[in-house]
């Protein structure tokens, strides 16, 4: 899987974490954002999780107040991009004990991490929950000592 990008976005259209695999002026992920997020939002609750925009597939999934939008290549599994979403809200769920909008805000050098110990240059890496989540609790647990 190629991934190109992960965004976290609220129900207002507000991005909330952006991670890029590929370096991007800032003017072109503005661009980028505003309207994949458009495209995405906009969709209704019935139809489906996926749509192609210019040389991506774009595969989202809402969990509460927040969709999770990746970038993939246009020939990539959409199953397994939804399948890698939901393993992202669950590791972040088990770190952050529930994730909701404010986790990720107020968190994100570690909702950054968490990525980055699943997925390096768009290809996922990990997705053993413990494994992920290891060096950021023994950060955790050096910081309090």
Known sequence: MTIHFILLVNKQGQTRLAQYTQWLPIQERTALEGEVVRKCLQRKDHE??????????LVYRRYASLFFIVGVDSEENELATLEFIHCVV????RYFE??????????????HFILEE??????????????ILQPLLLLDKN???
């Open 90 to 93: 669950e590791t972040f769920d």
């Open 118 to 131: 699943m997925f390096a240059n768009g290809c996922v890496v990990e997705t053993n929950k413990t494994n």
């Open 48 to 57: 489906c999780s996926f749509v192609e925009h210019l040389q991506y597939k």
């Open 143 to 145: 910081s309090k000592s």
């Open 98 to 111: 529930n994730v909701c909008e404010l986790d990720v805000m107020f968190n994100i050098d570690k909702a």
